[in-house]
Nanobody, 122 residues
Framework: VQLQASGGGLVQAGGSLRLSCAAS????????IGWFRQAPGKGRDGIAC???????YYPDSVKGRFTISRDNAKNTVYLQLNSLNSEDTAVYYC?????????????????WGQGTLVTVSS
C-alpha cells in the first residue's frame, strides 16, 4: 500500500491549489481517505476525509474553502484548496484507513503518503 501526495507549492494569499493523492496497492474507494496538515512546530491536524462511499467531511476550520474529491478511474483523491492564507502554510499529507468510519484523528490511519509542502505568501 502506497500513497503519493503532490501538488504543493508557493501561492499568494487568496490563491488556490489542488493537491493529489495517488494510491497504489489498493483501491481508494475501499478505504477512508483523509488529508492532514502539519505547520512548523505544531501537531498534525485533520482537514478533510472521504468515506468509502464518497461522503466528504471537514472540520469547521476549513469548511467552505477546501474540497475533497475522488477519481476512481485514476485511483486518486484530490484536495482543492481555495482562499488560502498564511495560516494554511504547512506540509499536507494524505492517509488511508480501512476500518470504521472517517476520522480527523491521525492515530486512526494506517497508511501515509510522504507529504507535500504548501507555502502561502502574504
Amino acid at each position: 500500500v502506497q500513497l503519493q501526495a503532490s501538488g504543493g507549492g508557493l501561492v499568494q494569499a487568496g490563491g488556490s491549489l489542488r493537491l493529489s493523492c495517488a494510491a497504489s496497492g489498493f483501491t481508494v474507494d475501499h478505504y477512508n481517505i483523509g488529508w492532514f496538515r502539519q505547520a512548523p512546530g505544531k501537531g498534525r491536524d485533520g482537514i478533510a476525509c472521504m468515506t468509502k462511499s464518497g461522503g466528504p467531511y471537514y472540520p469547521d476550520s476549513v469548511k467552505g474553502r477546501f474540497t475533497i474529491s475522488r477519481d476512481n478511474a485514476k485511483n486518486t483523491v484530490y484536495l482543492q484548496l481555495n482562499s488560502l492564507n498564511s495560516e494554511d502554510t504547512a506540509v499536507y499529507y494524505c492517509a488511508a484507513k480501512k476500518n470504521m468510519r472517517c476520522s480527523f484523528d491521525s492515530s486512526r490511519f494506517d497508511y501515509w503518503g510522504q507529504g507535500t509542502l504548501v507555502t502561502v505568501s502574504s
